[in-house]
């Protein structure tokens, strides 16, 4: 079927780039979603500790491996995956509504860019403040939540939530909303409003009670930081696989403790380099091969 896979790679940097050259060259179909040139290396900042490469800028360096990978036959598509679920085959949903079936899984999505958003962030983890809906909604049942991001993975958080309680809506923090039209379209269904206020300051004692915005001051029971896209802890949670820390647990052949899902790169932990990156995108795509052939 059109959008049936053998294998799917989630993620766009180093790790993504080099199992789409291993798999690619297989048999098996493969599809890798990401965006390469939004990778965390992409950009003018100069890499003098690749092998093989003197000088070279992170932007020169994800160039030259997206070209490299698109030689063989793994497709591409550069779409935001929001969630992913079973226990093979694996179901993979996008921001553009697109629905994905894969016997094996790559998760390769590396680090994200993430910054304290909300003053106080800190103070009220665990006492009304989550970075995460599928772990911590069932907390907030019937309460009021306000999920805080302009994206994407902001839209899939409140949506989740909806399975908690009907009073959910989005602050964009004084951002652009930069929600894709499919989820915007679920979104206004379920009657969730987007707003681009900014949340200055929040308040409770000792659990949140209230945020502080331009407009004033607003009871609230839960805040969900919901910022960038769905980072690789959210993709775990998701599937039920082990965690060590914020980084996704593997073996020694990148192999989680799900059978048929692989990790590689920045969010398996380790010294974050991008030669360890390479590595482990190799070794996880051999790995998911051999998971297929011992299916047959």
């Known amino acids: 079927m059109e959008n049936n896979y053998d294998i799917i790679i989630i993620g766009g940097g180093p790790a993504a780039l080099s199992a789409a050259v291993y798999v690619g060259r297989s048999k098996y179909r493969s599809l890798l979603i990401g965006f390469p040139k939004k990778s965390r290396i992409y950009g003018d900042y100069v890499v003098e500790n690749y092998l093989g490469f003197a000088s070279i800028t992170g932007r020169e360096f994800i160039d030259k491996a997206y070209a490299h990978a698109r030689k063989?036959?793994?497709?591409?598509?550069?779409?935001?995956?929001?969630?992913?679920?079973?226990?093979?085959?694996?179901?993979?949903?996008?921001?553009?509504?697109?629905?994905?079936?894969?016997?094996?899984?790559?998760?390769a999505v590396g680090l994200p860019k993430r910054r304290r958003v909300v003053k106080d962030e800190d103070k009220y983890k665990g006492k009304g403040l989550s970075s995460c809906a599928a772990c911590d909604g069932y907390f907030f049942r019937d309460k009021k939540v306000i999920v805080v991001g302009n994206g994407n993975h902001a839209a899939s958080e409140a949506l989740e939530l909806l399975h908690y309680t009907p009073n959910v809506k989005i602050y964009s923090n004084g951002l652009e909303i930069e929600i894709d039209k499919n989820l915007l379209g679920?979104?206004?269904?379920?009657?969730?409003?987007v707003e681009k206020k900014r949340i200055t300051a929040l308040k409770g004692q000792p659990m949140l009670t209230h945020v502080i915005t331009e407009d004033g001051e607003e009871e609230v029971d839960g805040l969900f930081i919901a910022t960038g896209q769905a980072a690789s802890i959210?993709?775990?949670?998701?599937?039920?696989?082990?965690?060590?820390?914020?980084?996704?647990?593997?073996?020694?052949?990148?192999?989680?403790?799900?059978?048929?899902?692989?990790?590689?790169?920045?969010?398996?932990?380790?010294i974050l380099q991008i030669a360890q990156a390479v590595g482990d995108g190799a070794k996880a795509a051999v790995s998911a091969l051999r998971f297929l052939r011992d299916k047959v």
Do not use: Q, W, Y
């Open 72 to 107: 063989f036959d793994t497709e591409f598509l550069e779409d935001e995956v929001i969630r992913v679920s079973g226990k093979g085959p694996f179901d993979v949903e996008t921001a553009s509504g697109k629905h994905f079936v894969s016997k094996a899984l790559i998760i």
């Open 186 to 193: 679920k979104l206004h269904k379920h009657n969730i409003e």
């Open 234 to 270: 959210n993709m775990a949670l998701d599937l039920s696989l082990d965690l060590d820390g914020n980084f996704i647990k593997v073996d020694k052949n990148c192999a989680t403790n799900v059978d048929g899902v692989f990790a590689a790169g920045d969010c398996t932990g380790g």
